[in-house]
T-cell receptor
């Protein structure tokens, strides 16, 4: 069965740089979510999109933005990166209230 | 505010034995969903089982089953015939809304070790 695809899987950036994470949801899933998981922590919700419109917003910094495109893939843009942004970033997609997670993007900010 | 609490930071079980992971939650909603996710060392988040609050019957998926007590706001996960591959971090999660694009609220997780 098709799964959520995330790219890149690993990313190393310097402080103050910009990063773009991509997510390709499972076909026919109508909602995409972004989560951030710091070391030893539980995932924290950032933002979600339903049918290409932002539907919910969590603890997403103003330095981050996201959008969903016409082909339903989503991108998380992160600017002015800080050391504290180092984390595992998950994308999930859902249909009928069940979220399926991608493998995550590991971001390391040096 | 919705919260999810997992009171057992770590648990250990002998291979082939049964173990139960605890989860309690708080929500003002009458309709919601509960989930258990497994995160092995690869850190992939894998759906284990889900429970719809309006269903009284406890969900079961092969060796995994839940004990859902809606009045007590309790949602425990039972793993039968534990296998080495069950070793992972287990997160209990609550879906904030039903019928909407709500986000998951996670507990802090329980790290399960399986001894051969």
């Amino acid at each position: 069965a098709a799964g959520v695809i995330q790219s890149p899987r690993h990313l190393i950036k310097e402080k103050r740089e910009t990063a773009t994470l991509k997510c390709y949801p499972i076909p026919r899933h109508d909602t995409v979510y972004w989560y951030q998981q710091g070391p030893g922590q539980d995932p924290q919700f950032l933002i979600s999109f339903y049918e290409k419109m932002q539907s919910d917003k969590g603890s997403i910094p103003d330095r981050f933005s996201a959008q969903q495109f016409s082909d339903y893939h989503s991108e998380l843009n992160m600017s002015s990166l800080e050391l504290g942004d180092s984390a595992l970033y998950f994308c999930a997609s859902s249909i009928q209230e069940t979220q399926y997670f991608g493998p995550g993007t590991r971001l390391l900010v040096l | 505010a919705q919260t999810v609490t997992q009171s057992q930071p770590e648990m250990s079980v002998q291979e082939a034995e049964t173990v139960t992971l605890s989860c309690t939650y708080d929500t003002s909603e009458s309709d919601y969903y509960l989930f258990w996710y497994k995160q092995p060392p690869s850190r992939q988040m894998i759906l284990v089982i889900r429970q719809e609050a309006y269903k009284q019957q406890n969900a079961t998926e092969n060796r995994f089953s839940v004990n859902f007590q809606k009045a007590a706001k309790s949602f425990s996960l039972k793993i039968s015939d534990s296998q080495l591959g069950d070793a992972a971090m287990y997160f209990c999660a609550l879906d904030k809304y039903r019928g909407s694009q709500g986000n998951l609220i996670f507990g802090k997780g329980t790290k399960l070790s399986v001894k051969p």
